[in-house]
C-alpha cells in the first residue's frame, strides 16, 4: 500500500442529536438524544434493525440531514453550524459517505477509474495534487482488477467495494458507510468487510459503518446499538437501553440473544434493584 | 477530455433518451426556422407571381410625349432627357417609338383607320408570315390579319392621310402644297404575344375591321426615316418605355433598390415629360401581402415551434430525472454548485449545440421541399438573419426547458432527491391552476382577435387571425384532457378487483405516470389543431377552386376575335354542334344605365361548361340559363324578298296608323319596312325585304303614327303572315292563333291596347292617344331582357335599363341574383347572348369575345375552334388561375399550416413513444419485477398497450371534436385572400377529409401504442433486475 493518507483520523462527536421526521400525517421521532464519540482512526459499527434510525443518524454525521437538536464535531469543527457550502467543503475533502445500495455511489457508464475521478472532483487547491491516483487508489485497495471497466455491468459485490473505494477517493479523514453488506452473499459480505476494515487500519481514517447485521458489526471493532432512535455504546455492554412495544414486549439486544436466543425460556426475577432476566437451565437442558 | 470522454459515455448510456433530446430540440430549432425560412422564400414567390403576371402595361415605365414627329431630333431630345434618369434593375434598355395615327387606304379600297408605329426592336417580336421586316422610308409591314381583311397583299400601295409630305410636285405659290405619304407593303406580320412585355401593354393591335366601311385595323410599322420626310409639323407621339425584361432576376432583397431606383428615374414633376409606371404601386401590394404573410407563417410556425418546445421541455424533464441520481451523488461528493450544474446541463446543452445546425438543416431542407411543390418555380430558400436569430432563440429556448426541467435537482436536498418519485399533490394542484390560467388567457385572446377581425379582413392586422385556432384548440385541449383523469380513476377502481390485471396495470400506468396526461394534453392540442387545419385545408381548397372559376368563368377561356366576316356564334356552333364543351361569351360594359358588367351567354350552353358553384348563391347555373332563356316561340325566319300581312279592320276614324312590317337581318336588329295606311275590310299589305341575300327573321308590326296629334280606335285582325315563294304566297309560322305569341309594345308613346287571339286571327283592339304609335311584336325575343344580376348590382325583380353603343335605352329586369357571377363576381349581371345582340348595337365592336370551353371539352378544342375560323388571342386556364391563387400569401400560410399541425400530431404521438423509450429502463425494472412475481407476459403485454391506447386516445377523442368546434369559430377569422374578396367562403365541415383524417391517426396511434408496448415489455426481462438502475 503505497497510497498517501492526506488526512489523517479525524474524531467525531455526537452531543445529545436528535432528529424528527415531520410529515402532514404526523412528526416520527428518529433519533433521540443520542450520544457517542469516535476516536480518530478507529473504526465505529453502529448496529440496529430497520427503522431504528441509524441511516439518520449517519445523514446528519454526513450533512446531509440537519438534526433537530444537538451538535456534531467532525476533527473539532461543529458541523452542525456549518454553511450548506462549508458542508460540500467538508465532504469534499476530509468526508467520505458511502451510502446504501451501491449503485447510488456510482456513474453506472464510466468506469471504475472515471467513477474515483468524478469522487475527486470536488478537491481543491494544494489537496487536488496530493490526491491518489485512481489506479493508485484502486490499486490501494486491492480493486486494480475494475478499473478499466464499466461499472453498470458489476456484481453486487464489486459495485459495493467500489463503492466504499469512491468513499476513500478524496482520502478523507472520516469515513461513513450505509449498510455496505445489505444485499451480498457470505462471501461479498467477508469482502465488504475486510476492505473497510483495511481502510481503518492502513490509511488511518476514521470509519463509522452503520449495519443491521451483527456478524457485520462484530467484524468492524466497537459497536453501538441503535434501537427506536437511542444509542447505547456496547463497551458499557451492562447498561443498555431496550423498549417495551405497546403490547408489552421487548426487543433485547444481539448479544443478550445469543445468551436467550428466540424460543428460550427465561425467569423474571424481581429484586429491590430493578428485575432480573434469568436464563432458565431447565428449560435450557430441555 | 476525461469529462468529454465520461460525458460521450453518458450519452452512450443513455442513447435512447439523448437522441430522443437530440431530436425534440432539433425539431424546436426547426420549427422556429420555418417560419423565417418558408416567409423568405414565400415572399420571393410572391414577388415573382406579382411581377410575372403583371400586365405590362402596370410594369412599364411609359415615357412618352406629344412631339412633332418630322422634327429629327425629337427622338434624341427624350433620349437625353432619359438618359438621365438611370437605369433599374430587372428593366432592359428604352424601347424608342414614334406613333401617328392615320387612316391607310389603298388604290380602288376602303379606308381602314390605323396609326404608323416605328418602335425600336419590334421586328424581334413579330413573326414575318410574308415579305420582309426590313422597311425603308416609304414601305410598311401590315399585320396578316388586316391583309387579308380589308385585301392588302405583297405591293398594296397605301395612302396614309394622318402622314402628309411636301408636294414637290406643285407649283410654286404662296401656301406650301401637302400630299399623303404613299407607302408600299412589303411584308405582313404576326404579333408573337400581344402580351409580350416589349408592347408594354400598349392598343397597338385592335381589329375591328369593317368590309362595308372604314374598320379598325393593327398599327402598321414603318421606318423611323418616314417621319423625317413630313410636313413641318406632324404631331405625334414619341416615346421611350423602359420594359420589366426579366422579372425573374428580381428578389426581395432587390426591391428597396428596384424602388429607389423607379423614384429616382421618375423625378420630379417636369410637366410634360413625366414618366409614369404601376409598378410602385405593384410593389406596395407586394409589400403588404408580403408582410401579412411573413406575420402568418411566424405565427404558425411559433404554434409549431411552441408544440416543440413543450415536447422538448417534457422529454429533457424526463432524462433529467435520469440524471437526478448523478446531480445528487455530486453533491454528496462535496461538488461546488457550478459543478453540480454542469453535471445537471451539460448533456442538454451539448445536445442543443449539436441539435442547432441539425434543426436548420432539418427546416431548410423541408421548406425546400415544400418551395418545391407549392411555390413558384425557381424560388429560392434564402437563410436570413431573421432565420438566425429564430435559431438562436429556439437554442435558449432549449436552455430555458433544460433550467426548468433540473431547477428542483438543484435546490432539493439529496436524501430527497433519491427518495423523489411522481408528482406531487401540490403539483397537480398547480398544474391545474396553470392550465386554467392558460386556457383563460388563450379564450381572452381568441375573443380580442374575433373582435378586430370585424374591422380588419385582409393585410398585416388579419394576418393575427392565424392565432385564433391555436389559441381556442389549446384553452379546449387543456381543459378537456383535465376530465381524463377522473375518466382514467374510475377506470382504475373499477379493474382492480376485477381480474383483467392488464386493463388494471394500463389504466393505472396512465393515470399514475407524470408525463403521461401531459402528453395526452399535448396530444389533444396538437391533433386538435391539425383537425382544424385539415377541416381548413379542404374548405380553403374547395374555395380556391370556387375562386379560380369564378376568375376565369370556365375550365378554359379562350379570348378570341369577333370578325364580321367570321361570326364566332356560328363559328362555335360550328366546332361544338351539340353545344356541350363550348359557349361563346361577350363581356360588355354598357355605355350607361347599368352598373357593372353586362356579360353575355349561350344558355343552351351555360351548364355545360360554365364553372358555377353553389357558393355563388341560391340561383344554380340549371335555374340560370332557364331564367335567361324563358319559353319563347321560335323565330319566323324569312327567304323572301316580299312578306305580306293579311289584317281586317273595323272603321277607322280619324287619321289612322300606317301598317310597317318589321324584321330583323343579321345585324339581329330590328328594321322598320316602307309603310301603308290601314284601311277598313280585309286587305293585304305587302313589304319588300332583303331577305334573300341574309338571314331574316320576322320582328312584327308596327302601326305608326308617330307624327299624328289626334286619338285613334283600332280594332283589327291579323289573319295571316306570309312570304313570296317561288310556289306563290305561302303561310308563315306566326303564331297567331297564340295570344302569347305576341307582345303590345310602343314605337312611340307607351304600350296600349288588347291582344286576343282565335282561328280567325291575332286581333288588335286599342283606344290610342297622340303620338301613340304601337307595334304589335313577336315574342320570339324576351323583353325586357332577363338578367341574372350580382346581388350588388340589383335584387329581383327591378325594372334596369342600360344604353347600348348607339345610345339606344334597352328594357331589362333581374329575374334573380347571385352574391358572385362567373367573371363578372360581385359586380356585372348574365344575359343571353342573342336576345342582347338582337337588343343591343355596337356590341360586336364594343365587347369582349371569348369562347368558354367545358370539361367535356376534346383535347384539341381550341385547333378545332381555329380550324372553324376563329382567331384566337389568348388562352387562359382555371388550373393556371388555380396555381397563381394557391401561391398567394393566406393559401401559403395555411399550407403551412397544414403541415405544421400535422408534424405537430406525429411529434406528439411520437413524443408518447419517446416518453416510453425515455423511461423505458426504468419501467422495464417494474415490468420485470411483476414478471418475475409471476404475473404473464400477456398480461403485461395488454397492460403496456392499454396504457398507449388509453393516453392516445384520449387526445383523439378530445382533440378531433375540439379541432371541428374550432374550426367553425376560427375559419371565419382566417384571411383567405391577399384582398377583400365578395365570394362567400365556405366554413362548412369538410366531413370526409376529416374522416379520412382521423381514421390515419387512429390507425397510426394504435399502431404505435402496440409497438411501443411491446418494445417496452421486450426490455423488460429477468436479468434486468441485476443491472445498475439509472
Redesign the interface.
Known amino acids: 500500500m503505497t497510497t498517501t493518507a492526506l488526512e489523517t483520523g479525524l474524531s467525531l462527536h455526537c452531543e445529545r442529536v436528535g432528529h424528527v421526521y415531520s410529515s402532514p400525517t404526523g412528526d416520527t421521532l428518529a433519533l433521540e438524544d443520542v450520544t457517542l464519540t469516535v476516536r480518530a482512526g478507529e473504526t465505529l459499527a453502529v448496529l440496529g434493525p430497520s427503522g431504528s434510525g441509524k441511516s439518520t443518524l449517519l445523514?446528519v454525521i454526513?450533512g446531509?440531514?440537519a438534526p433537530t437538536s444537538g451538535q456534531v464535531w467532525v476533527g473539532g469543527d461543529e458541523m452542525t453550524a456549518m454553511s450548506e457550502?462549508e458542508?460540500?467543503?467538508?465532504?469534499?475533502?476530509r468526508?467520505g459517505?458511502v451510502?446504501q445500495d451501491?449503485?447510488?455511489?456510482?456513474?453506472?457508464?464510466?468506469t471504475a477509474e472515471?467513477n474515483v475521478?468524478?469522487?475527486q472532483?470536488?478537491v481543491r487547491g494544494f489537496r487536488r495534487a496530493s490526491l491518489p491516483s485512481p489506479a493508485a487508489l484502486l490499486h490501494a485497495l486491492g480493486l486494480s482488477h475494475l478499473s478499466g471497466r464499466?461499472?453498470?455491468?458489476?456484481s453486487?459485490g464489486e459495485?459495493q467495494r467500489l463503492a466504499v473505494a469512491?468513499g476513500m477517493?478524496?482520502s478523507p479523514g472520516l469515513l461513513l458507510v450505509d449498510e455496505p453488506t445489505s444485499q451480498l452473499d457470505k462471501a461479498n459480505r467477508d469482502a465488504v468487510v475486510d476492505l473497510v476494515g483495511a481502510v481503518g487500519k492502513q490509511f488511518g481514517t476514521t470509519v463509522v459503518v452503520v449495519t443491521h447485521d451483527p456478524e457485520v458489526a462484530e467484524g468492524l471493532g466497537r459497536t453501538i446499538t441503535i434501537t427506536q432512535g437511542r444509542a447505547d455504546d456496547q463497551t458499557q455492554h451492562w447498561q443498555q437501553h431496550v423498549d417495551v412495544d405497546a403490547d408489552g414486549r421487548v426487543q433485547l439486544p444481539d448479544d443478550v440473544l445469543r445468551t436467550l436466543p428466540p424460543g428460550s425460556r427465561a425467569r423474571v426475577v424481581r429484586q429491590p434493584s430493578g428485575i432480573q432476566l434469568v436464563r432458565d437451565d431447565k428449560e435450557q437442558g430441555r | 477530455m476525461n469529462d468529454l470522454r465520461l460525458a460521450l459515455r453518458a450519452f452512450r448510456w443513455r442513447r435512447g433518451g439523448s437522441i430522443v433530446v437530440l431530436v425534440a430540440a432539433a425539431l424546436t430549432v426547426a420549427a422556429a426556422a420555418l417560419g423565417p425560412l418558408f416567409s423568405a422564400a414565400a415572399a420571393e414567390s410572391v414577388l415573382q407571381d406579382r411581377l410575372v403576371q403583371a400586365r405590362a402595361d402596370v410594369t412599364t415605365i411609359a415615357f412618352y410625349t406629344p412631339a412633332d414627329v418630322s422634327y429629327p431630333g425629337s427622338v434624341d431630345v427624350v433620349a437625353s432627357e432619359q438618359s438621365g434618369r438611370g437605369s433599374v434593375p430587372g428593366y432592359g434598355p428604352p424601347v424608342h417609338e414614334t406613333v401617328v395615327p392615320t387612316s391607310a387606304t389603298p388604290d380602288n379600297g376602303l379606308a381602314a383607320i390605323t396609326q404608323a408605329v416605328w418602335r425600336d426592336g419590334s421586328c424581334d417580336h413579330v413573326l414575318i408570315v410574308d415579305g420582309t421586316c426590313t422597311v425603308g422610308p416609304d414601305e410598311v409591314v401590315v399585320s396578316s390579319r388586316a391583309a387579308d381583311s380589308v385585301g392588302w397583299v405583297i405591293g398594296t400601295k397605301l395612302t396614309l392621310d394622318g402622314l402628309q409630305q411636301y408636294d414637290n410636285t406643285a407649283g410654286s405659290g404662296s401656301e406650301i402644297a401637302t400630299t399623303p405619304a404613299v407607302v408600299t407593303v412589303v411584308g405582313t406580320y404576326r404579333p408573337v404575344s400581344v402580351s409580350d412585355p416589349f408592347w408594354a401593354g400598349r392598343p397597338y393591335f385592335p381589329f375591328h375591321p369593317n368590309p362595308d366601311g372604314p374598320g379598325t385595323v393593327d398599327s402598321i410599322f414603318v421606318s423611323a426615316d418616314l417621319f423625317a420626310t413630313l410636313v413641318h409639323p406632324t404631331m405625334g407621339t414619341i416615346g421611350a418605355d423602359l420594359v420589366l425584361s426579366e422579372p425573374e432576376s428580381l428578389r426581395v432583397a432587390d426591391v428597396p433598390t428596384l424602388r429607389a431606383a423607379v423614384e429616382g428615374y421618375l423625378g420630379p414633376d417636369t410637366g410634360d415629360l413625366k414618366p409614369t409606371t404601376g409598378v410602385l404601386e405593384l410593389l406596395d401590394a407586394f409589400e403588404a401581402e408580403r408582410s401579412s404573410t411573413t406575420l402568418a407563417a411566424g405565427v404558425v410556425s411559433a404554434q409549431l415551434a411552441l408544440l416543440a418546445w413543450l415536447l422538448l421541455y417534457l422529454v429533457v424533464t424526463d432524462t433529467s430525472e435520469a440524471r437526478g441520481s448523478e446531480v445528487a451523488l455530486a453533491k454528496l461528493r462535496g461538488l461546488p454548485p457550478r459543478a453540480v450544474a454542469a453535471v445537471a446541463l451539460r448533456e442538454p446543452i451539448v445536445l442543443l449545440l449539436l441539435a442547432a445546425p441539425v434543426g436548420l438543416l432539418l427546416a431548410y431542407g423541408f421548406v425546400a421541399l415544400l418551395a418545391r411543390s407549392v411555390l413558384a418555380a425557381g424560388v429560392p430558400v434564402v437563410i436570413t438573419p431573421a432565420t438566425y436569430a429564430a435559431v438562436g432563440l429556439a437554442f435558449l429556448g432549449g436552455l430555458v426547458a433544460a433550467l426548468l426541467a433540473s431547477r428542483r435537482m438543484f435546490t432539493r436536498p439529496v436524501l430527497e432527491q433519491w427518495q423523489q418519485s411522481g408528482e406531487s399533490t401540490g403539483g397537480g394542484r398547480r398544474g391545474l391552476i396553470a392550465d386554467v390560467v392558460l386556457a383563460v388567457v388563450a379564450l381572452g385572446g381568441f375573443a380580442v382577435l374575433a373582435t378586430r377581425s370585424a374591422s380588419a379582413s385582409t393585410g398585416a392586422a388579419a394576418a393575427l387571425g392565424w392565432l385564433a385556432p391555436g389559441l381556442l384548440v389549446i384553452a379546449a385541449g387543456l381543459l378537456l384532457v383535465r376530465l381524463a383523469r377522473p375518466v382514467l380513476g374510475a377506470l382504475v377502481r373499477s379493474s382492480r378487483a376485477s381480474t383483467r390485471l392488464g386493463m388494471f396495470l394500463g389504466s393505472r400506468q396512465a393515470v399514475r405516470r407524470p408525463a403521461g396526461l401531459r402528453l395526452a394534453a399535448l396530444l389533444a392540442v396538437t391533433i386538435g389543431l391539425a383537425t382544424f387545419a385539415v377541416d381548413a385545408s379542404a374548405a380553403a381548397a374547395t374555395g380556391r377552386d370556387v375562386r379560380a372559376g369564378a376568375d376565369v368563368g370556365a375550365q378554359v377561356s379562350v379570348a378570341v376575335q369577333q370578325d364580321p366576316a367570321r361570326d364566332v356564334q356560328a363559328a362555335v356552333a360550328e366546332a361544338d354542334p351539340e353545344g356541350r364543351w363550348a359557349m361563346v361569351v361577350a363581356d360588355w360594359i354598357p355605355s350607361g344605365g347599368l352598373a357593372g358588367r353586362l356579360l353575355a351567354v349561350q344558355p343552351e350552353r351555360l351548364a355545360a361548361v360554365a364553372s358555377w358553384s353553389g357558393e355563388y348563391g341560391p340561383v344554380s347555373v340549371e335555374d340560370a340559363a332557364r331564367l335567361l332563356s324563358p319559353t319563347l316561340p321560335d323565330p319566323i325566319p324569312l327567304r323572301t324578298t316580299t312578306v305580306r300581312v293579311r289584317i281586317t279592320s273595323g272603321p277607322v276614324a280619324g287619321t289612322g296608323p300606317k301598317v310597317t312590317i318589321a324584321y330583323r337581318g343579321d345585324s339581329d336588329v330590328p328594321t322598320f319596312t316602307l309603310s301603308t295606311p290601314l284601311q277598313e275590310g280585309t286587305h293585304d299589305y305587302d313589304a319588300a325585304v332583303p331577305c334573300d341575300v341574309q338571314t331574316c327573321v320576322l320582328n312584327g308590326i308596327l302601326l305608326d303614327r308617330a307624327r299624328v296629334n289626334a286619338p285613334a280606335s283600332v280594332d283589327l285582325t291579323v289573319e295571316a303572315v306570309q312570304q313570296k315563294t317561288s310556289a306563290g304566297w305561302t303561310d308563315l309560322p306566326a303564331n297567331l292563333d297564340d295570344a302569347a305569341a305576341w307582345r303590345v309594345t310602343a314605337y312611340t308613346g307607351t304600350p296600349t291596347g288588347e291582344l286576343a287571339a282565335s282561328s280567325e286571327g291575332l286581333r288588335y283592339t286599342a283606344e290610342l292617344p297622340p303620338y301613340a304609335a304601337p307595334f304589335v311584336q313577336y315574342a320570339d325575343v324576351a323583353l325586357p331582357l332577363p338578367l341574372v344580376t350580382a346581388t350588388q348590382i340589383a335584387q329581383p325583380g327591378t325594372d334596369l335599363r342600360f344604353v347600348d353603343g348607339n345610345g339606344r335605352d334597352v328594357p331589362a329586369v333581374s329575374v334573380d341574383s347571385n352574391t358572385v357571377l362567373p367573371l363578372v363576381g360581385n359586380a356585372g349581371s348574365l344575359t343571353d347572348l342573342v336576345a342582347l345582340r338582337r337588343s343591343a348595337q355596337q356590341l360586336e365592336d364594343d365587347a369582349d369575345w371569348y369562347v368558354w370551353l367545358g370539361p367535356e371539352a376534346p383535347p384539341d378544342a381550341i385547333d378545332r375552334l381555329r380550324a372553324a375560323g376563329i382567331t384566337v388571342d389568348t388562352v387562359t386556364t382555371q388550373a393556371e388561375r388555380l396555381d397563381q391563387i394557391s401561391r398567394e400569401g393566406p393559401a401559403l400560410a395555411l399550407r403551412l399550416l397544414l403541415v405544421c399541425a400535422i408534424v405537430g400530431a406525429l411529434l406528439a404521438a411520437g413524443a408518447l413513444a419517446i416518453s416510453v423509450a425515455v423511461t423505458g429502463r426504468r419501467r422495464s425494472y417494474e415490468l420485470a419485477a411483476l414478471s418475475a412475481v409471476g404475473v404473464s407476459r400477456g398480461a403485461l403485454l395488454r397492460g403496456c398497450i392499454l396504457e398507449q391506447v388509453l393516453l392516445f386516445g384520449t387526445g383523439l377523442v378530445v382533440g378531433v371534436p375540439v379541432g371541428l368546434v374550432v374550426a367553425r369559430l376560427a375559419l371565419p377569422l382566417l384571411p383567405q385572400t391577399p384582398t377583400a374578396t365578395a365570394l362567400p367562403l365556405t366554413v362548412d365541415v369538410q366531413g370526409v377529409a376529416v374522416l379520412v383524417f382521423t381514421v390515419v391517426t387512429a390507425a397510426l396511434l394504435v399502431i404505435t401504442a402496440v409497438v411501443g408496448g411491446a418494445a417496452l415489455l421486450r426490455q423488460a426481462v429477468p436479468d434486468r433486475l441485476r443491472e445498475v438502475a439509472a
Open positions: 445523514a454526513a446531509l440531514l457550502r458542508l460540500l467543503t467538508l465532504r469534499a475533502h468526508l459517505v451510502v451501491p449503485a447510488r455511489n456510482l456513474l453506472p457508464y464510466g472515471d475521478r468524478f469522487a472532483r470536488g464499466a461499472v453498470g455491468g458489476f453486487g459495485q469512491m477517493a478524496t
